[in-house]
C-alpha cells in the first residue's frame, strides 16, 4: 500500500470464478485475458461515472507488469489486480511496494530498518470457510487496516493462483476438492498450493513481511493442523479465521454479488443463479469441518459479525489489535458518502466557530437533495436489472461538532435521518498559521515552509497539527465506521474526509494531503470483495467554488507540481487543469502510464493539482 499507483478489479469469491480466470502464457493474456477484463468492466459499471484502472492493451504492457515484484512475478503477470495504481479514485489495498514507496504509512507511530514492528513477530492469518462466506471481503477488510497502522501485510487469494495455473477458461477438475480425489487431481492441487506457499516464505523471510493473510477454503481439521505445523517450522505464528455463515439471507446476497456475472448464469434470474451456486458449493466441496480445534488459535465469525468466538490468540499485541479490529468489522454492505459543509460568512479563522451563510444554506439543500435523489435512482437501477426490490438500507449522518457541519447535516435531520455529532472529527488545526495568507506563512516561517515542502503528510507548523496527528485522531472513527451497517453520510472539513478517504481508498501517505474534494460533488465509496470503488455525484447548481470562502480556507504551503516523476508517486505530477478538482490525477497518471487513462474511465480522479494549501481549504 505504497505509492499512488494500484490494483485491481472487483471480483469476488474464488472456486466458481471463470470471468477471472487468467492465462500463464504470454500469448493468451493477450487475447484471453483482456478481453475478459473488458467483459468484466462492462457488466460491472455501466456508469461511467465508476472510476476503473486502465487496463492493459498489450502483451508488451503486461510483461512491464512482471518487473513489479519478482516474488510474485507469475500473478503479476496474470492478474491486474497487482498492478500499479494510476489514481487514489482506485483501491490500492493490493498494491505492490517498491523502492519509491512511502516508508510509513498514514497511521504509523514509529518505523524500524526491517519494516516490521518490534514486538509482534511474524503472523500467518489463515482464512477458513466455504465461497460465499465473505472470506476475502474479511482478508481485504483486515489487510487495509493493517497497513494503515504501518504493518507489512500483504493477501495471498490461492483463487489468483488457481487461475493462474489453470489457464482461462478453464475450471479444476470435479473432483479437485475431494478427498479421496484422483491422483491428477491432487497433483495440481499440490502444485498450486506449493506456489502460493512459495510466494508466502518469499515475502515473510525475503521481503520483511510482518502479516501474510492466506485467503482459501481450509476446510479439514487435520489439514488445519498440518498448515500451522508447517508454519511453525518457520518461524511463523499461525491464526486461523473462519466465516461461518448458517443464515440463508447472508448467503443469497453473497452468491448473487459475487457470482451472477458468471457466463454460467446469463439470462437466469439474480435468487435462481444464487441458489444454483451455493448447490454448485456442496457438490464440489462435500466435505467441511468448521473450527473447533483446542489446540490451535482462531477466531470464528459468525453470521457476517453477528457473534465472535475466538480461542487461544494469546501470542502478543498484534494479534489483540487484528481481534479487536474484527470485533468491529461485518461484511454486509454498506456506502459511505463524503461531502463538505456548507460555507459561513464570516471572516477567515479556525478558532471561530460561525454559522452557515446564506450560500451555505442553500448548498445543505441542494447536497441533500442530490444525495437523496442518487439513492433512489440507485435502487430504481437495482430493481430494473433484475435485483432486489427492499427498501434502500437507513442512511445515518455523521458530522463534526462544529456549527457549519451540524447545520449542514440539519437538512436531512429535519427529514427524519439519524445525525450523530463527533468530537474527533474537528479539521485539522493550524496553530500560528490561523488567519495568515500563504505569502505571510512563507515570509514569517520560510524554515518550516521547506519541511512542510519536504513532507505535508508528517510535518506540523508551530502549535499545530500534521495529518499524521489526525490519522492517529481519528483511529476510533474508523473503527465506528467499519462496525456502521447503514449507509453513512460523512459531512466534514476537508482535511478529515482526506484522512477517511485515504483509509478506505488504502491511499499512500503522501498523497492524502493533496485529495481534492470539490463543494459541489459528493464522494461514493461502494464496497466489493477486492476492493472498493469510487465515484463522484454531482449536485446540480452548485458552483465547484464559493465566496466567500470559508473560515477554514487557511492557506498553508505544500510542494507545487514539478511535472516530472517525485519521488514516492512513481508517476507524472499532474499540471493545473481548467476545473482545478478531483479529476487532476487522472491527466497526471496519463502521463506517467502510457497516455491510456481516458479510454476507461472520466477524466475526474480524486488526486492533485497545484495545491492551494493548508492544512487545508473549507
Known sequence: MTSLDPVGLPHGDHLMENHRQQSSRQESIQGNVVEVEREIISAVAASSQIIRPELPTSAE???????????TAEIAANSPRYRRRSSTFIDGVHDVPDE???????????????????????IAIV??????????????????????????????????????????NVDVPDDYFFINASAASVMIRQK??????????????????????????????????????????????????????????????NARSVKISSPDFIGMEPDEAAKLYLKRIDMKIPYFETMSEADLNYVKMINAGERIQYNNVSFGYLSHRIVFYLMNLHIKSRHTFFAR???????DSYKLD???????????????????????AERAALIEAGGSDAPLKPLTVWTSTRKRTVETAAVLEDRGYKVRQRSQMSQLNPGVCEKLSENAIRRVYPDEVFLHEKDPYHHRYPRAESYHDLAVRLEPIILELEREQNDLLIIAHESVLRVLYGYLMACDAMSIPSLKFPRNEIIEIIPASYQNEAKRIIIPGVAEKIIPGSPEDIRIPVPPPSGGLTPLSGIGTPALSGRGTPAELAAGAKEGSGGNET????????????????????
Open 341 to 347: 459543509a456548507g460555507t459561513s460568512s464570516q471572516q
Open 100 to 122: 519509491n514507496s512511502s516508508p510509513m504509512a498514514p497511521a504509523q507511530l514509529y518505523s524500524t530498518m526491517s519494516g516490521r514492528l518490534f514486538h509482534s513477530g511474524r
Open 599 to 618: 479510454a476507461l474511465r472520466p477524466k475526474m480522479v480524486l488526486g492533485a493539482r497545484k495545491p492551494e494549501n493548508p492544512l487545508s481549504r473549507d
Open 127 to 168: 482464512l477458513v470457510g466455504l465461497p460465499a462466506r465473505g472470506k476475502t471481503h474479511v482478508s481485504v477488510s483486515l489487510c487495509r487496516y493493517l497497513q494503515w497502522l504501518g504493518v507489512k501485510t500483504r493477501v495471498f487469494h490461492l483463487g489468483d493462483y488457481r487461475r493462474a495455473s489453470m489457464g482461462p
Open 354 to 376: 460561525a454559522h452557515l451563510s446564506s450560500e451555505g444554506a442553500d448548498y445543505a439543500e441542494k447536497m441533500s437533495d442530490a444525495l437523496l435523489a442518487h439513492r433512489e
Open 61 to 71: 504492457d503486461l510483461a512491464n507488469l512482471v518487473e513489479l515484484d519478482g516474488s
Open 192 to 253: 498450486i498450493l506449493k506456489k502460493c506457499r512459495e510466494d508466502i516464505y518469499g515475502w515473510l523471510n525475503h521481503e520483511n513481511g510482518q502479516v501474510a493473510i492466506y485467503d482459501a477454503v481450509n476446510p479439514l481439521s487435520n489439514g488445519r493442523r498440518s498448515l500451522a505445523k508447517e508454519f511453525a517450522k518457520h518461524d511463523v505464528q499461525t491464526l486461523f479465521l473462519e466465516s461461518y455463515v448458517t443464515d440463508e439471507r447472508i448467503l443469497q446476497e
